[in-house]
């Protein structure tokens, strides 16, 4: 009995050895990626269409987004503009027509002509003007002889211009008339000497 019994388990054995394999080389043997995608090609089917769905809805989604919200580009430096000064022009108001009253600190002007020659134009100011041959004493200069260093001077006082001789020595006079101070009228006309060669008009 237990010889047979011993037997028959060595016979199992060996039949078992030489003509199956075992179930790990059975595993090893029967695996393979070839028979795996042949029998799951229809799911791997499914999962790639899946990838490339949702690579398609990421794409759309992403393109749509940057085209509703373009990237802002910000200058590295901002042009400050310049505002060119030279085309900036004060513009003064024209006067009113009939408005032809006399300036404000300028009460009249003096023509100077010297054989028959305006020779020079000085403006009547609050300051007095002096006439002469010299020009260390007299602001308004006539290099003539007939006129004395320091011959005569006009001058403002009281809303009047006035003409006072300077103790010239051929005197001063104001319409042919000699005078040693008189107040000047419009188109006055004054002369250095009797001669006459020397005559200022006055105008307001």
């Not at 290099?143 to 004395?148: D, F, N």
């Not at 006082?157 to 009228?185: A, W």
Request: overall charge positive.
């Amino acid at each position: 009995m237990g010889r047979n019994s011993f037997s028959a388990c060595a016979d199992f054995n060996h039949r078992h050895r030489a003509g199956r394999p075992s179930v790990s080389m059975r595993c090893a043997a029967g695996f393979s990626l070839l028979n795996f995608l042949q029998e799951n090609s229809s799911v791997l089917l499914v999962i790639a269409l899946a990838v490339i769905a949702v690579g398609v809805l990421f794409w759309l989604v992403f393109h749509r987004r940057h085209d509703a919200f373009p990237e802002i580009k910000f200058q590295a430096e901002s042009r400050v503009p310049q505002i060119d000064v030279t085309m900036i022009e004060s513009r003064t108001e024209p006067e009113p027509e009939g408005r032809s009253g006399p300036v404000p600190g300028i009460y009249g002007k003096i023509e100077v002509r010297v054989n028959g020659q305006q020779i020079n134009t000085y403006l009547i100011t609050d300051n007095p003007l002096t006439i002469g041959r010299d020009p260390a004493q007299a602001l308004a200069i006539i290099q003539e002889a007939i006129v004395s260093k320091l011959h005569c001077s006009i001058f403002y006082r009281d809303k009047r211009v006035f003409i006072k001789d300077l103790n010239s020595t051929n005197g001063t006079y104001v319409n042919e008339e000699k005078v040693s101070e008189r107040e000047l009228q419009d188109n006055d006309v004054i002369y250095l000497g009797r001669k006459g060669t020397i005559r200022i008009m006055y105008h307001k």
